[in-house]
T-cell receptor, first 112, second 114 residues
């Protein structure tokens, strides 16, 4: 079945550092890929998505590229801020937005 | 976008009791879902809440343990029945917007069973 593996956290960075959170997936066919973010005390929010190979999703300075050859969708940001501290979830779906399969989440802590 | 209010945000319950979690959406949505996130694990889909009919449960989840209601297009409840410490988790509801191109989550309910 479909599954998502993402790096364990917490990831601890200083402000303005470069961020990478790794995500790889296993799926049949051509799933859509997503990154969700959960800020403290809030619900999960869609951060970005990509629906086909080589697509790049981007939002709020974050980027992720759908790499079918390596079955990966790594999240990157060139310069993190303290306000980026949150838990980040990688997810996939073979049915649009209906059934989402999530990774375990990676906590990011950014210090001033 | 839709806003989902989920409550309670947290609770501590005695084993053998039941807890009902509510999700209210501020607009009509096509589909609503309930997830569980056990400590250190990913979100697992419990069931799809169907408006006006019985929920559709995923493998490993049954109606007697997790009864779900969805009386209209903006509201759903999940009950965790006859709780045991193994039910200690975060429970989240999710709604799918009318265009099926957006998904919204509640803030989650952190349940501890003692």
């Amino acid at each position: 079945g479909n599954s998502v593996t993402q790096m364990e956290g917490p990831v601890t960075l200083s402000e303005e550092a470069f961020l990478t959170i790794n995500c790889t997936y296993t799926a049949t066919g051509y799933p859509s890929l997503f990154w969700y973010v959960q800020y403290p005390g809030e619900g999960l929010q869609l951060l970005l998505k990509a629906t086909k190979a080589d697509d790049k999703g981007s939002n709020k300075g974050f980027e992720a590229t759908y790499r079918k050859e390596t079955t990966s969708f790594h999240l990157e940001k060139g310069s993190v801020q303290v306000s980026d501290s949150a838990v980040y979830f990688c997810a996939l779906s073979s049915t649009g937005f209906q059934k989402l399969v999530f990774g375990t989440g990676t906590r990011l802590l950014v210090s001033p | 976008s839709a806003v989902i209010s989920q409550k309670p945000s947290r609770d501590i319950c005695q084993r053998g009791t039941s807890l009902t979690i509510q999700c209210q959406v501020d607009s009509q949505v096509t589909m609503m879902f309930w997830y569980r996130q056990q400590p250190g694990q990913s979100l697992t889909l419990i069931a799809t809440a169907n408006q006006g009919s019985e929920a559709t449960y995923e493998s490993g989840f049954v109606i007697d343990k997790f009864p779900i209601s969805r009386p209209n297009l903006t509201f759903s409840t999940l009950t965790v029945s006859n709780m045991s410490p193994e039910d200690s988790s975060i429970y989240l509801c999710r709604a799918l917007g009318p265009s099926n191109t957006e998904a919204f989550f509640g803030q989650g309910t952190r349940l501890t069973v003692v």
